[in-house]
């Protein structure tokens, strides 16, 4: 079995660098002692749509939080909001589909954030646009959509949960959907890949529940935003929940 240590290579320290060169302001650990820290939350996917609220949400209630998503721009923009609100956060860019990006996640979150006490797997991908019938769906695009929506999931929670046993606490939450359970036409690859993450999550609950780390599986519905208008275009916005409204409901579930 692969320990934290040993899944750091020197090219995923040398990223981690570059992103802290840039992104990092005060460690928090100089802050605040380790009895007085607040807790230290990973969120992927975290610059928009439902990561980005809860990264906001979060830092109102005083959580230290690491931000990941591809896009660094954007990343940066809701790391500026949040520190601009008096909160604590950092972004790491990185694509979480990616093996040796995973590594280097893990390893920026135990630099920004020492300890991490929740993991959010929030980043999804929808496979491809327009939504298609498995027919016409690419053997490509299927493995991409397990790549980013199970597989690195399941790496970093690999790599994050090892410490969280030691300490015997920890939460980690997997944000699915209701087409991981209904077999809607055209979300083949969406579907199969959440439905993967589903029963992942029952098994991660099954063998890690009782040891001290809390797994939670968290359904958000139909929210507005960018990847329901890549899957259903002409949807009615106002008949969609808000993602800030949503992200109140997964603070709480994390936070408890
Ligand atoms: N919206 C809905 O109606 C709905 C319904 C049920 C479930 N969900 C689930 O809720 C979660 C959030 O969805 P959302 O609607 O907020 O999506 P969104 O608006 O498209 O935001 C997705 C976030 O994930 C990041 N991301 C995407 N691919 C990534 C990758 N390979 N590596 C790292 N980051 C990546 C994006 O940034 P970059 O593009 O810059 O990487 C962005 O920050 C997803 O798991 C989704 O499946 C959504």
């Given at each position: 079995?692969?320990?934290?240590?040993?899944?750091?290579?020197?090219?995923?320290?040398?990223?981690?660098?570059?992103?802290?060169?840039t992104?990092?302001?005060?460690?928090?650990?100089?802050?605040?002692?380790?009895?007085?820290?607040?807790?230290?939350?990973?969120?992927?996917?975290?610059?928009?749509?439902?990561?980005?609220?809860?990264a906001?949400?979060?830092?109102?209630?005083?959580?230290?939080l690491?931000?990941?998503?591809?896009?660094?721009?954007?990343?940066?923009?809701?790391?500026?909001?949040?520190?601009?609100?008096?909160?604590?956060?950092?972004?790491?860019?990185?694509?979480?589909?990616?093996?040796?990006?995973?590594?280097?996640?893990?390893?920026?979150?135990?630099?920004?954030?020492?300890?991490?006490?929740?993991?959010?797997?929030?980043a999804?991908?929808?496979?491809?646009?327009?939504?298609?019938?498995?027919?016409?769906?690419?053997?490509?695009?299927?493995?991409?959509?397990?790549?980013?929506?199970?597989?690195?999931?399941?790496?970093?929670?690999?790599?994050?949960?090892?410490?969280?046993?030691?300490?015997?606490?920890?939460?980690?939450?997997?944000?699915?959907?209701?087409?991981?359970?209904?077999?809607?036409?055209?979300?083949?690859?969406?579907?199969?890949?959440?439905?993967?993450?589903?029963?992942?999550?029952?098994?991660?609950?099954?063998?890690?529940g009782?040891?001290?780390?809390?797994?939670?599986?968290?359904?958000?519905?139909?929210?507005?935003?960018?990847?329901?208008?890549?899957?259903?275009?002409?949807?009615?916005?106002?008949?969609?929940?808000?993602?800030?409204?949503?992200?109140?409901?997964?603070?709480?579930?994390?936070?408890?």
């Open positions: 079995m692969l320990t934290f240590g040993q899944c750091i290579g020197n090219r995923d320290i040398e990223m981690a660098d570059a992103v802290y060169e992104d990092m302001r005060t460690s928090p650990t100089e802050a605040r002692g380790p009895e007085a820290r607040s807790p230290g939350v990973l969120i992927t996917g975290g610059s928009r749509g439902l990561g980005r609220a809860l906001i949400e979060l830092a109102r209630r005083g959580a230290r690491l931000l990941v998503a591809r896009d660094a721009a954007r990343l940066a923009e809701t790391v500026a909001e949040i520190r601009t609100a008096g909160g604590n956060a950092h972004g790491f860019a990185a694509d979480i589909g990616d093996k040796q990006s995973v590594h280097a996640i893990a390893a920026a979150a135990a630099t920004s954030l020492g300890e991490v006490d929740v993991l959010v797997h929030n999804g991908t929808l496979g491809p646009v327009p939504l298609r019938a498995l027919i016409d769906t690419d053997c490509e695009d299927l493995e991409r959509a397990l790549a980013v929506n199970v597989v690195g999931p399941f790496r970093l929670t690999k790599l994050v949960a090892g410490p969280m046993l030691l300490r015997r606490r920890g939460v980690v939450a997997h944000v699915t959907s209701d087409a991981a359970s209904n077999a809607y036409p055209d979300w083949g690859a969406y579907g199969a890949s959440k439905a993967t993450l589903d029963h992942l999550h029952r098994i991660w609950a099954a063998e890690l009782g040891e001290g780390v809390r797994f939670v599986a968290f359904d958000p519905g139909e929210m507005d935003t960018a990847m329901h208008r890549d899957a259903l275009p002409d949807a009615d916005p106002t008949a969609l929940r808000r993602p800030a409204d949503v992200a109140i409901e997964l603070a709480d579930e994390v936070l408890r």
